[in-house]
């Protein structure tokens, strides 16, 4: 008789896009089973206008994993620099930030198309925090 292991849920990734990162706090929010959030060049403010990024992440008990490339010139770095201070100022959870030198939007070398392939070492980072995030 075989046994069937649930897969585990680790952690939703969010691609940069906005629209993804406020999906991945929300369904941080939740009690979804999630063991923990990425998020990639996370906008605070898009085209003027407060995203509400802050107050949820204000709320969120889960670890976060911020990944941007200090050339994006779609999320400025320092927005993410706003964020993580609001992580660091939470009761519970943990965090870990990531900053790119060279890298623009997308994790790719700055000035190349948005979609171009993410660098080895954001991988690498990437894949490092998700293995600390998996619990037996």
């Given at each position: 008789r075989r046994s069937r292991r649930r897969p585990a849920r680790s952690c939703s990734a969010a691609s940069g896009a906005p629209r993804s990162n406020m999906v991945a706090v929300q369904l941080g929010l939740q009690d979804s089973g999630l063991r923990g959030i990425v998020l990639e060049g996370p906008p605070i403010v898009i085209q003027g206008r407060d995203t509400g990024?802050?107050?949820?992440?204000?709320?969120?008990?889960?670890?976060?994993?911020?990944?941007?490339g200090e050339?994006?010139?779609?999320?400025?770095?320092?927005?993410?620099?706003?964020?993580?201070?609001?992580?660091?100022?939470?009761?519970?959870?943990?965090?870990?930030?990531?900053?790119?030198?060279?890298?623009?939007?997308?994790?790719?070398?700055?000035g190349s198309s948005q979609f171009a392939s993410i660098i080895q070492g954001v991988l690498g980072d990437l894949a490092m925090w998700l293995r600390q995030q998996v619990r037996p």
């Open positions: 990024l802050l107050d949820w992440a204000k709320a969120l008990r889960l670890p976060v994993l911020i990944l941007q050339a994006d010139s779609i999320t400025p770095a320092l927005q993410t620099k706003r964020l993580e201070a609001t992580l660091r100022s939470r009761p519970n959870g943990s965090y870990q930030a990531h900053y790119y030198s060279g890298l623009g939007h997308g994790l790719g070398p700055a």
